[in-house]
Nanobody, 127 residues
Framework: ALQLLESGGGSVQAGGSLRLSCVRS????????MGWFRQAPGKEREGVAS????????AYTDSVKGRFTISQDKAKNTVFLQMDSLKPEDSAMYYC????????????????????WGQGTQVTVSS
């Protein structure tokens, strides 16, 4: 089974930046999706950003548009989430997810899309 390992979480003050990385254990066939999700205590898990491999197309939840950027390095089997202008409400456990083949031809923020999940990395933003 595909394994995903996140890193890059930590504590930062509001307005700061963090870059999360997600390394997968192997190559994927074309047409896969990868995404970043987050879950804060007492809240449901939500999709933050996703990328569709074939076209590099991306999608973001409204609250992070203009602040977060998802990207990939196919040669290194890695997906990144650059998080800028962080806010306290961005504090959560962040999870990387992947699935192949992607059931859609566009990036998906729906949890049901994804078959493989990482263990998560904690992000804490203080005011």
């Amino acid at each position: 089974a595909l394994q995903l390992l996140e890193s890059g979480g930590g504590s930062v003050q509001a307005g700061g930046s963090l870059r999360l990385s997600c390394v997968r254990s192997g190559d994927l066939p074309s047409r896969y999706c990868m995404g970043w999700f987050r879950q804060a205590p007492g809240k449901e898990r939500e999709g933050v950003a996703s990328i569709y491999s074939s076209y590099g197309s991306t999608a973001y939840t409204d609250s992070v548009k203009g602040r977060f950027t998802i990207s990939q390095d196919k040669a290194k089997n890695t997906v990144f989430l650059q998080m800028d202008s962080l806010k306290p409400e961005d504090s959560a456990m962040y999870y990387c997810a992947a699935t192949y083949p992607c059931p859609t031809y566009f990036p998906s923020l729906r949890q049901e899309t994804y078959k493989y999940w990482g263990q998560g990395t904690q992000v804490t933003v203080s005011s």
